[in-house]
């Protein structure tokens, strides 16, 4: 579900990071849903400033099962996802869009319990960002945490980067790095 911003319809297309959240911006202890359970992952925000400011696009997205478990509910992801965009204004950045998945195939009662295209490895929340976005799939990418995000980056089209830990901001400028190699070389 995406947020309500949008672009111009004539903007040009420009190339997108796309970013899991537990495990990747924040630490993943399992359902956060209140800004006191985030602690933010070291280089995190810096990572999303170094894209904002080369000119990328930036998404979030995440599988939230917790709502199809009952958990907390989609509110709460929303209000969730506006306390992470102000931490981020206040360090310059910024998220374009976040898009989370409420679904499961296995758990909670329907609409929340069903087989979806947007529930990663699926790719749907990432079409989803380059249909109502300006997207330039070349160069465009994504960072995650588990095979399912690659999965899903794989099945959108673009390059996906397992992360293991450490400085988030270290590891997108070195995709950028190797982005700018591939260019200058040709390709």
Not at 53 to 81: C, I, K, P
Not at 127 to 152: H, N, Y
Not at 175 to 185: E, K
Request: glycine share 10%; hydrophobic share 40%.
């Amino acid at each position: 579900m995406p947020n309500e911003s949008h672009p111009a319809p004539n903007a040009n297309r420009r190339r997108a990071a796309f970013f899991d959240r537990d495990g990747v911006l924040n630490e993943d202890i399992g359902f956060a849903h209140r800004p006191d359970q985030i602690t933010w992952m070291p280089g995190a925000r810096e990572a999303v400033k170094r894209l904002n400011d080369a000119g990328f696009l930036v998404f979030v997205v995440t599988n939230q099962a917790g709502v199809a478990r009952g958990l907390y509910s989609e509110e709460h992801v929303r209000t969730l996802h506006r306390w992470m965009q102000q931490e981020l204004h206040a360090v310059g950045a910024h998220v374009d869009a976040f898009y989370h998945c409420p679904h499961h195939p296995e758990h909670g009662e329907p609409p929340y319990r069903t087989d979806c295209a947007c529930r990663k490895p699926e790719p749907g929340m990432l079409l989803q960002a380059m249909a109502e976005w300006p997207v330039e799939p070349k160069g465009s990418f994504l960072i995650g945490d588990r095979d399912t995000d690659l999965q899903a980056a794989q099945r959108a089209g673009i390059e996906g980067t397992l992360y293991r830990g450490g400085d988030l901001d270290a590891v997108v400028a070195g995709i950028m790095a190797r982005s700018m190699d591939g260019v200058a070389a040709g390709g």
